[in-house]
């Protein structure tokens, strides 16, 4: 690419009040509307604090700003410029909304949690958020550290997160999120819980999964749940918690001594041979030749807990470790097994649970959507603002994933980075006509203009007559 004129000849003025930055902004909020998210921060978000009036618009004011990309509360501001006083009504500044989000109490933390909860029915009521939730659906557990800078955050404290693959100690807060998924369908933030940094990933897991059971059940999910999970979460807490809501279980169990005693019982031929990364189809063979093979077999665990005893299929993955002493020569490549077992009431077929559990990553995308955008920064120093900032996020990152099914299949299932970019970031002019009558007016030849123009239409089209 060269320049048409000359570097002299060129200005540069920022005086255009008709110009946005995030056209993307006017289906997205609309969304929201149609799905109540003010009518539902101003039913039941009340901050008795002065700097807490009219939540609704101060709500809506951090969901839009954390669309655009906001990390932080200074970058809220994104949503002061050009024309945008012209489309919405209520922006505020960012000194208004980081005095909003400090006027948080732990209680007004719990009622912005109900407020995210009802807008994730209403959104999977009104777009294909969660297409096949009535067959089958997936709730997926997870802890991430966070980590914070210097002393002054409330509730800061040391945990174990990875980096690069290795498990290290960081200053931080945590956070336990909860997401929901279908076979078809990219996961949504079911529930979050922001705890301090100190806390274990399974301290308070069981009441969160409750809840979140729920908020799945009123979002669609009307047939087979599914909880899956690491082996942090492998407790008898959490496993009544899934059995009291007729909820199936799939938790990496811990490699205890009852466990590896069950697995050594296992007799050699009922091992499987699976298709796993790298393997390769043998076809003289028929089959997959590959390293990794899973069994199964009958197992209680708990039994030590009063009346927690339970009993279901401990399913096995094997992987074959390589001998250190082999390339000296000594002992064959391959001396033993690592193993991976998985505690489950699953009604599925032995390869089905065992290929089911391993997508538990999918969780991974959400974590990284979260620090890709919102939660880069815990941005305040006060414990229930960073709270109410983590449920905002989950908001955003929601109402986000229903306008991308509303644009077409690839973004039903794209990253946040890339829905920001493609739909949220298209400057737009606004142009008046008429009486009350408004266009925006895009660039010529967006890439993504047919994704862009299902979303607004989906979100503009007149609301259907009501039956008399």
Not at 44 to 68: D, Q, W, Y
Not at 207 to 214: D, F, G, M, V
Not at 299 to 314: I, M
Not at 392 to 405: D, E, F
Request: charge should be positive; include cysteine.
């Amino acid at each position: 690419m060269q320049f048409f004129h000359d570097v002299a000849k060129t200005r540069a003025i920022f005086d255009d009040e008709h110009v946005i930055a995030y056209g993307g902004l006017v289906p997205a909020l609309r969304l929201a509307e149609r799905c109540g998210l003010s009518r539902l921060a101003g039913e039941h978000v009340a901050l008795t604090a002065a700097e807490g009036v009219n939540p609704s618009a101060k709500v809506t004011a951090i969901v839009a700003g954390m669309a655009c990309g906001a990390d932080s509360i200074d970058d809220l501001d994104v949503l002061r410029h050009g024309g945008m006083d012209k489309l919405f009504d209520g922006v505020r500044a960012p000194s208004t909304l980081g005095s909003f989000l400090r006027a948080f109490t732990w209680g007004n933390v719990r009622q912005l949690d109900k407020v995210a909860r009802l807008l994730l029915a209403a959104l999977a009521d009104r777009t294909p958020l969660l297409p096949g939730a009535q067959v089958l659906a997936f709730l997926d557990i997870d802890s991430m550290q966070r980590r914070t800078y210097g002393y002054a955050k409330q509730g800061s404290g040391f945990g174990h997160t990875k980096i690069q693959g290795k498990s290290v100690m960081v200053r931080g807060l945590n956070v336990l999120a909860v997401t929901l998924s279908t076979p078809l369908a990219a996961p949504v933030l079911a529930a979050t819980r922001l705890r301090g940094g100190s806390a274990g990933s399974a301290r308070g897991a069981a009441p969160l999964i409750r809840e979140s059971i729920a908020t799945a059940r009123q979002s669609g999910a009307s047939g087979t749940l599914m909880l899956r999970g690491d082996s942090a979460f492998y407790g008898a807490q959490v496993i009544a918690a899934c059995r009291e809501h007729d909820t199936r279980f799939s938790i990496t169990a811990k490699l205890d001594p009852k466990v590896k005693a069950a697995i050594a019982a296992i007799e050699e031929d009922a091992w499987t041979p699976i298709k796993y990364p790298n393997a390769i189809f043998d076809e003289q063979v028929g089959g997959w030749v590959s390293d990794a093979e899973i069994a199964e077999t009958p197992y209680t665990a708990f039994t030590s807990k009063k009346d927690k005893a339970t009993t279901a299929r401990l399913i096995v993955r094997r992987v074959k470790r390589l001998n250190e002493q082999a390339e000296a020569g000594q002992d064959e490549l391959f001396a033993s097994y690592r193993y991976y077992p998985i505690f489950t009431d699953s009604p599925y077929t032995l390869l089905q649970a065992e290929e089911q559990h391993r997508d538990h990553a999918v969780q991974e995308q959400v974590n990284a959507d979260l620090i890709d955008g919102p939660l880069a920064h815990l941005p305040s120093g006060n414990f229930a603002a960073n709270a109410a900032w983590l449920t905002c996020a989950a908001i955003t990152h929601n109402l986000l994933r229903a306008l991308g099914c509303l644009a077409d299949a690839f973004h039903a299932r794209a990253r946040g980075t890339t829905l920001r970019r493609h739909l949220i970031t298209a400057p737009a002019r606004i142009a008046r006509h008429g009486r009350g009558h408004l266009t925006l007016h895009l660039p010529a030849h967006w890439r993504w203009q047919p994704a862009w123009l299902n979303a607004f239409t989906a979100t503009h089209d007149p609301p259907p007559a009501q039956e008399a």
